[in-house]
């Protein structure tokens, strides 16, 4: 029998530690979904998928029950609606967006992504019309998550994509002022985007991917940080040995109800994917664990280190625990997602070069992060080429899921409530990247994109 | 098919009596328990065999709560895999 030391550091996890399955998300295929009528076609996809995941939400609400884990989202990702609509003589794509709003409030999952494209090399007509039409989109649904894949270590980067992105980040930021710009909040310009991610706002089905599939995200920072309290002052191998070994634990419950959820909803398990998500609850912070292992504010010098450390020892521990390991996998830094970031920019210790250089070594990139209302299209999307540039050159998916709210200024804050959280303002180099940025074009792959 | 149910509070008189007359009005047989202080807190495991139960987890699991309610303690039963996944390989 097991031990009661095993029984009670499972239950402290959960209720004291904040462990909990962030995700189960369910990948829906939507390729027959095609039709020269839009309204058709929109038809096809409502039915598709609130006939799949009819009963994904009360699946999970069983399992949290009966396991006694918290299964935090049940979420939808589908084909990139780029695909899907293109075949249709209408332009307005919007209309695909309200389908997937209402077959999402229709199941109750809290947020349905995949209103994507991937332009990493170029644009298709269809492509040209999902991206003009993500700022209305997003301002007049509620759950759809958008994102568009502009750079990909095998394409280069599409510069022309990052600039039309630049603009769409500024007009959603403008449709949605009285929210805070809210629409961005569910929008991500990805680098190496994977076709299997639970996590939103990046969530889509890519086309290698089945008909339909269950993937999982675990969390748990809060129980990361709690297991390296208790060995403060010890030396680095320590802290690797710790993270890997708790990493290994929380996997586990993520193997276990991915396994479950997949065999009571009859469809097949994809992937857990291993990122720490943070969300903006006390004890549920990656910036903490970071501090936890000696700094004394995130951002500060060593932050870049401690998160490398971090990063590779959750994939090590994590990646014996399931069969399949996929999505993103790492550590993520959302700022307004996580009170510790939150708390260090605005003490002034975590700066926006402090967080792109974070991204190098964790996974995803700029994420939710606020910035004023006056910042530029053209220097939101030299942000997304940074970035951009970060992931294709070190083979590793990046992404820009930045803020400019309409008329707030540096020391603001500005809230988007629930896992959302609350996001400062930050400063961003004022200085012009609109000649370097109206260039267009595409940069080349890297000479390492070269393997054959 | 099996659970663990995990009590956790201060000691006090009827506290086996209370679980275990839910468990045999349910059909559920109890297969091993263990109690001990941890950390002076009242704290005790029982293993119990759910396979012939004749309500629903949910009903057994909301009773045992309010069971836990009326004691002053914390009562709850989760399946057995949730710890057997984590700490066994």
Known sequence: MLGPFEVFETIKMIQKENLDIRTITMGISLRDCSHPDIDISCRKVYDKITRYAEKLVITGENIEREYGIPIINKRISVTPIALIAESCESADYTKFAKAMDRAAQTVGVNFIGGYSSLVHKGYTTGDKRLITSIPEALSETKLVCSSVNVASTKAGINMDAVAEMGRVVKNAAQLTADSGALACAKLVVFANAVEDNPFMAGAFHGIGEPECVINVGVSGPGVVKCALEKVKGEDFGVVAETIKKTAFKITRMGQLVAQEASRRLNVPFGIVDLSLAPTPAIGDSVAHILEEMGLEKCGTHGTTAALALLNDAVKKGGVMASSYVGGLSGAFIPVSEDAGMIDAVISGALSLEKLEAMTCVCSVGLDMIVVPGDTSAETIAAIIADEAAIGVVNQKTTAVRIIPAPGRKIGDRVEFGGLLGSGPVMKVNSFSSSEFINRGGRIPAPLHSLKN | ?89
């Not at chain 2, 099996?2 to 201060?10: E, L, P, S, W």
């Not at chain 2, 679980?19 to 047989?29: C, G, H, P, R």
């Not at chain 2, 495991?45 to 949910?58: G, Q």
Request: glycine letters at 6%.
């Open chain 2, 1 to 89: 098919m099996r659970a663990v149910i995990t009590v956790i509070g201060k000691d006090r008189v009827g506290i086996i009596a209370g679980v275990s007359n839910i468990l045999a009005d349910s059909n559920v047989n109890i297969l091993d328990i263990t109690q001990t202080i941890l950390q002076d807190v009242f704290t005790m495991i029982m293993l119990v065999d759910i396979s012939k139960c004749n309500i629903h987890f949910h009903e057994l699991s909301e009773k045992l709560e309010n069971k836990g309610i009326e004691l002053g303690l914390k009562i709850q039963i989760q399946h057995e895999d949730i710890f057997n996944s984590m700490h066994r390989i």
